[in-house]
């Protein structure tokens, strides 16, 4: 299957770029992301999972 995104790298990418009312907290290290932030890039990840955009694979080793 082709995929939409294929690395971490453009699923971040993608993620702040589909979500720029979190752009304040863009930047940090991922454990000092607020825990709305974790929620929504992990609803995020699993939507787009489920819609097709990336693997399985990919959705299960992404972190922001």
């Known amino acids: 299957m082709n995929y939409e ?10 993620f702040w770029v589909e979500h720029p009312e979190l752009t304040e907290v863009k930047g940090q290290r991922q ?6 932030t974790k929620c929504i890039f992990v ?3 699993d939507y ?14 992404v972190t922001l």
């Open 31 to 36: 454990n000092n992301y607020n825990t709305d």
């Open 48 to 61: 787009i999972r489920k819609n097709g955009r990336i693997s399985k694979v990919l959705a299960y080793n």
């Open 43 to 45: 609803d995020w990840v």
């Open 5 to 14: 995104l294929k690395t971490i790298k453009q699923v971040r990418t993608q």
